[in-house]
């Protein structure tokens, strides 16, 4: 069983994360997000961390370097229980969180409106598959929820259990994370091949 002590928050679909925040939220878990998420989160009167804070950088290019730095992705990647991983987090100040919780810009839906080329680019996520990939890599120590069909899962989770995952449910969530990548990159590689 793994306490969850920090959670990323960075979605693109909101409604059904109310009550998974506010449980983390009354179970002391720090929060950190960007943007509209993390304007969100405050808007539910809960306290939120700026990625931006942790990483002294701002969102540049657009929007489209927000997540992208080692602050953030040590932070997940780390292995609790390697010695030279907790010396570096140490050294860098680097945080570790312990859930993610990002979804992936609406891709397949912008093909299907009929979109221009330029505009199906930029729903190509980058930051949100590249966490999600770590987290599910590093399943031993970091709990994914890559898609708004996991809130309910988690829900479930934090109500039975508190703020905890144990490996096998982390695992699980993994494995669907991959399947969300997976998914994900398939529908971006077949409208690549209609270009």
């Known amino acids: 069983m793994k306490k969850i002590q920090r959670a990323l928050v960075s979605v693109f679909h909101k409604d059904g994360l109310d009550e998974i925040l506010h449980l983390l939220a009354s179970e002391g878990v720090e929060l950190l997000s960007t943007g509209g998420t993390q304007a969100f989160i405050e808007s539910l009167g809960i306290p939120c961390k700026k990625v931006e804070d942790l990483t ?4 540049i290019l657009g929007g489209r370097v927000k997540t992208l730095h080692p602050k953030v992705f040590g932070g997940i990647l780390a292995r609790r229980s390697d010695e030279g991983d907790k010396q570096q987090m140490g050294q ?34 980058i930051g949100g598959i ?6 599910a890599k590093n399943y031993a120590d970091v709990a994914i929820v890559s898609s708004k069909a996991d809130y309910a899962p988690l829900l479930k989770i934090l109500k039975e259990q508190g703020a905890a995952t144990t490996e096998e449910q982390r695992r699980w969530l993994a494995t669907r994370a991959f399947a969300t990548t997976s998914h994900y990159d398939t529908a971006i590689h077949a409208w690549f091949e209609t270009l």
């Open 56 to 59: 002294s950088y701002p969102s």
């Open 92 to 125: 860098y100040g680097i945080p570790e969180i312990d859930l993610v919780i990002v979804d992936l810009y609406p891709f397949e839906q912008t093909v299907a409106s009929g979109a221009s080329v330029q505009d199906t680019i930029e729903k190509i996520d």
């Open 130 to 135: 590249s966490l999600i990939r770590a987290a």
